[in-house]
């Protein structure tokens, strides 16, 4: 009985102390690989700032033009918005968010889903 009731806590202690992965505008914060390109990196920074440089998620360049400025926004938890800009021209990408915790995010467009790792 005694080995249960350690088992029971340490479960417990474990679910209610372990990392809380609930909003994913902080979780997405940091390096993430998409696993499905190669392992190619992206970068979610904070106030919105993405840096994306081979165009993984959303393009970096488009008809010989740099697209330097690139953001990304969450609305509702479910869906991830991307653009990348230059003074001249605006791209744009939306993903829905599938699901994720702390270390993978499932994303999803025109029924093709694929992974972001945490890296």
Known sequence: MKKLTILLLLAFCYSSCGEKCENISEIILGQWSLLAADNDVVVFQEAGV?????????????????LDDQRWSISGDSLLMLSARSTSLLLEANYNIESFDCDVITLESTGVFFDLERR
């Open 50 to 66: 993405l840096v994306d440089p081979d165009g993984v998620l959303v393009a970096s360049t488009s008809n010989g033009i740099q």
